[in-house]
């Protein structure tokens, strides 16, 4: 094992898949300065500005030229710095990398990474911090996956180059820089894989990203009052491991599924109408869903510190589903949707 | 002008392609008429002159981007119209296993890299292409159509700034019909000439009259070579016209009947001549005969089995 962080992972990892395969390239704006978050810091000194290329600030041209050199024979990693700005590159990705495989009849496969990280907590408001992984999942022929921890961001990047298919890897910007230890060299994880984090009896938390930490943190604190809870990380949500949460929850009977994006419409609806079908004669309880309110994300801190779900609202979530049942509980509504306000 | 490079044997055979395109064509309109061919139709009667005379210049490890007019450059490059035909009449043995359709056809064997439903979508793929082409140290080189109404989509704009920045070996080929969907370019452009758009990128470029056959032979010929010799990248912007409505079934209720006329006379196989009448004939003729075989091969094929789309969303 080795000290590093998740950024670090990340590059470690770059660096080893360009040395192990010349097709590997890196494209992306700033990458050959390493970006403002230093994830591909280095690589332009050690493999060159052909493989490590620095692009304009042209989106949808960048993810198109990725798109084209992977059904060329080349295996790119392009970097979208920014979450949020892969509105500017959705044509390419979801009109070309996700379909190109299915209309060719099978002829092409466009072996991409597309990188990008997301999520709030640094104050950049609205426009660079969302969670906007929900929209990618919704799109046949991509995969996406959402790792929370350094080990797992090193083991599913080597293999998600390594995927003869289009995968979005969606970092989480407030992980980037904690300590952490990661297994050296980094065990490949599955693409479609969930972890188990914590076993538990009594109530299955199903989180993603920087929320799964959070989890833990509530189940420590619900294990005070004797509550054992179940932390899963699903780690990639398409494809999804729905029998390895299915499974938990038919032996807890209650579950709640937590991420940061926005919950109406977030992913953790579709995990809660899989596990629901998947589990339904064993539930005891709503699954509840924990995300962020029905706002764009605000900058001052204390918007924005209330805006973020945590532990807290994981914790709350718990003892709605654990109590369903023993007196008036309130359905959780961290998340629900504001109504409209009338025009004076 | 200077003497075409065009023998006798390639203008022969630039013909034979067009009379393929034309009658590819005008069938699959027929077909779409009763609904045995399927979706979305753009024709390019009128336009064969482009597409012969740029791929019969290609090898097949060169790739060809195409839009949502592909039929023609799609059968110029060398993909067969029998799979083609399939493909457009929804069956198994379809280029694309009836997946793809008329808008999204594929022939990777032979360098067709792709149509696409989506105006101006294919021109990132292209550079991507090239830039694979570059990086492996190849000769080959990617050239892409595109018609003047992608010219005002962001993706153009990007995509011209990004080749001549990295100098890849990539040929745009702009069909310019001078419409965009219904509308026409003035409608949509204050600049004239798709020439004109890339000039600040210091892009070699060059207009020609899309029928006239041997000039654009011959002006693609020297971007050709260049980009062969790792050059790039180039514009060649070629003037033509749509004979038919932006898809079949369009009401047309814009069309000018004086450029209609104008255009039927300058139409690319009309005012090509380099055989005999006899001999024109007999090209004619034997194209017609590939067509219908093409459509009788189509229509033998079952359609794919119900299974068939859920096997091919992901690559393994």
């Known amino acids: 094992m080795t000290e590093t962080t998740f950024v670090e992972a ?59 050199a992977a059904q060329s024979g080349l295996r790119p990693v392009v970097e979208i710095m920014f979450i949020d700005f892969i509105t500017l590159a959705l044509d390419q990705l979801v009109n070309q990398a996700a379909k190109a495989h299915f209309m060719s009849g099978g002829q092409l496969s466009v072996p991409l990474v597309l990188r990008t990280q997301g999520g709030a907590g640094q104050r950049n408001g609205a426009q660079h911090s969302q969670s906007l992984e929900a929209w990618l999942t919704h799109v046949p022929g991509l995969k996406v996956v959402m790792p929370s921890n350094a080990a797992d961001a090193a083991g599913l990047l080597t293999t998600a180059i390594a995927d003869p298919n289009p995968v979005v890897f969606v970092e989480c910007k407030a992980l980037y820089f904690r300590r952490e230890t990661v297994p050296d060299p ?37 294990a005070a009052d004797g509550v054992e809870a179940e932390v899963i990380d699903p780690r990639t949500l398409v494809p999804l491991d729905l029998d390895t949460l299915a499974r938990s929850l038919r032996r807890t009977g209650r579950a709640v599924v937590a991420h940061e994006a926005v919950t109406a419409g977030g992913f953790g609806a579709e995990l809660a109408a899989q596990l629901q ?68 | 002008m200077p003497a075409s490079a065009l023998d006798a044997d390639t203008a022969r055979d630039l013909l034979r392609t067009m009379w393929r395109i034309r009658l590819f064509e005008e069938r699959v309109a027929q077909l779409k008429r009763t609904l045995q061919v399927h979706g979305l139709i753009h024709l390019s009667i009128g336009g064969e002159g482009v597409a012969a005379a740029v791929c019969r210049q290609l090898r097949d490890d060169d790739a060809v981007y195409s839009g949502h007019r592909a039929h023609g450059h799609a059968i110029a490059k060398g993909v067969p119209v029998d799979g083609l035909m399939a493909e457009l009449m929804g069956r198994e043995s ?8 008329s808008m999204h056809l594929v022939d990777a064997e032979r360098g067709f890299m792709g149509a696409t439903g989506v105006v101006g979508g294919n021109l990132p793929l292209a550079l991507g292409t090239a830039l694979t082409q570059h990086l492996k140290g190849a000769d080959a080189v990617t050239t892409v159509f595109f018609g003047d109404g992608a010219v005002q989509a962001g993706h153009f704009n990007e995509s011209i700034n990004l080749a001549a920045l990295w100098r890849l070996p990539v040929i745009f080929v702009c069909e310019n ?21 890339v000039a600040p990128y210091g892009f070699e470029r060059e207009t020609v009259e899309g029928s006239d056959v041997p000039a654009v032979y011959d002006a693609f010929a020297t971007y050709l070579d260049a980009a062969r010799a790792g050059n790039g990248p180039f514009l060649l912007e070629c003037l033509t016209f749509r004979r038919r409505g932006h898809y079949e079934g ?53 359609f794919p089995d119900p299974e068939l789309s859920a096997q091919l969303v992901y690559a393994t």
């Open chain 2, 177 to 197: 019909n001078g419409f965009a969907e219904f509308t026409s370019r003035a409608e949509h452009s204050t600049v004239e000439r798709v020439g004109d758009v």
């Open chain 1, 277 to 344: 079908a998947a589990a339904f004669d064993y539930l005891e309880a709503p699954i509840q869903r924990v995300g962020a309110p029905y706002t764009p994300i605000p900058v001052s801190p204390s918007l924005e510190d209330a805006y973020r779900p945590g532990v807290n609202e994981i914790e709350a979530a718990a003892r709605v589903a654990l109590e369903w049942g023993q007196h008036d509980a309130e359905p959780w509504d961290h998340g629900a949707i504001a109504p409209p306000r009338k025009t004076p």
């Open chain 2, 94 to 101: 379809g280029v694309c296993k009836g997946l793809g359709g």
């Open chain 1, 10 to 68: 990340i590059k470690t990892t770059l660096a080893r898949a360009m040395r192990e395969d010349q097709r590997v390239i890196v494209l992306g704006e700033d990458v050959a300065e390493g970006g403002p978050y230093l994830a591909t810091a280095g690589l332009a000194d050690e493999f060159g500005h052909e493989r490590v290329r620095n692009t304009p600030i042209s989106e949808g041209a960048v993810c198109g030229v990725a798109v084209g």
């Open chain 1, 186 to 222: 980094p065990e490949p994880v599955p693409i479609g894989r969930a972890r188990t984090l914590r076993t538990g009896n009594h109530v299955t938390i199903v989180a993603l990203s920087r929320l799964v930490g959070d989890a833990l943190e509530a189940a420590d604190r619900l």
């Open chain 2, 250 to 302: 369009d009401p047309e209720k814009y069309r000018d009947p004086e450029a209609d006329r104008e255009w039927a006379r300058r139409d690319p196989i009309a005012r090509f001549t380099p055989v005999d009448g006899e001999t024109a004939r007999q090209i004619e003729r034997q194209a017609g005969e590939e067509i219908e075989l093409a459509v009788r091969f189509a229509r033998d094929s079952p």
